[in-house]
């Protein structure tokens, strides 16, 4: 058993975010306990009350940056910190909160708080790595369990995490799943990353595409398979921006195929 001083110093943080993916750590209960035998836990606020300054080994971030105060605070934590992560859809591809991306932000803080003058707020939501450098991410909403305990488990034993570059469709195979799409849903399955263990489509939901854009995901077979089942418009561009409304690359694609103008 290592002892506390040789234990890596790992921290955990949230920005604008739900705290989902760091209540999802905080759910793998004996796991957990498990994993603290092997870690300097000193920054975990779902867990803790207990604060530490840094330096880090490891320091998780969830959520995006929504602000500039938020900017410095992630800013000084990537100089605190040998290894940072990503972690969770906001903090990977913006998630939700990106949203509001290609919106007029001043109408939008007037139509939630009245007068927002007091509300300071950035333009635009984007990952975490367009602002400083990330080591590694875990995609999700939220992030899953054992992917966490397997990607930390690789970092602890001086290995290199994983990265599952097909696409949740490959999971449900695995699962011998029945294929929503031909069931007439509406998937992104075909499109987004595993890693999630085809945690929707395995209980009669289709994939939403929150483990972000598979690496060269077909966006326009993906767009007719949705238009042969009826799909309106709106209902296509909703489906696509849901969590991943701040990938350029992404967009630039749905984009360039539905011919509009205000992604």
């Known amino acids: 058993m290592p002892t506390?001083?040789?234990?890596?110093?790992?921290?955990?943080?949230?920005?604008?975010c739900c705290a989902g993916c760091q209540l999802e750590v905080l759910n793998l209960e004996e796991e957990l306990l498990e994993i603290l035998g092997h870690i300097n836990l000193v920054q975990f606020r779902m867990g803790s009350s207990?604060?530490?300054?840094g330096p880090y080994d490891v320091c998780f971030v969830e959520g995006s940056v929504t602000n500039e105060a938020e900017l410095a605070h992630l800013k000084e934590l990537r100089e605190k910190s040998k290894v940072l992560v990503a972690l969770g859809a906001c903090a990977t591809t913006g998630g939700v909160n990106a949203l509001r991306n290609g919106r007029n932000i001043e109408e939008l803080k007037q139509s939630v708080y009245g007068d927002a003058s007091h509300v300071r707020t950035l333009p635009q939501i984007q990952p975490l790595k367009e602002y400083v450098k990330v080591d590694y991410e875990l995609q999700g909403c939220p992030i899953a369990g054992d992917e966490f305990i397997e990607f930390l488990t690789a970092l602890l034993t001086g290995g290199e995490p994983s990265e599952k570059n097909y696409a949740v469709c490959v999971e449900c195979r695995l699962k011998?799943?029945?294929?929503l799409m031909k069931e007439g849903e509406l998937c992104l399955g075909p499109i987004t990353r595993a890693g999630c263990g085809a945690r929707c489509p395995s209980v009669g939901f289709p994939c939403e595409g929150c483990w972000g854009p598979?690496?060269?995901a077909n966006v326009e077979s993906e767009i007719n398979m949705f238009s042969q089942k009826g799909a309106s418009f709106d209902v296509v561009v909703r489906k696509f921006r849901m969590f991943n409304a701040s990938m350029e690359d992404f967009m630039k694609q749905l984009?360039?195929?539905?011919d509009i103008e205000w992604l």
């Open 4 to 16: 506390e001083k040789s234990k890596p110093v790992v921290a955990f943080y949230g920005l604008t």
């Open 50 to 53: 207990a604060k530490h300054p």
């Open 214 to 216: 598979v690496p060269q």
């Open 176 to 179: 011998e799943n029945i294929c």
């Open 255 to 258: 984009k360039k195929r539905l």
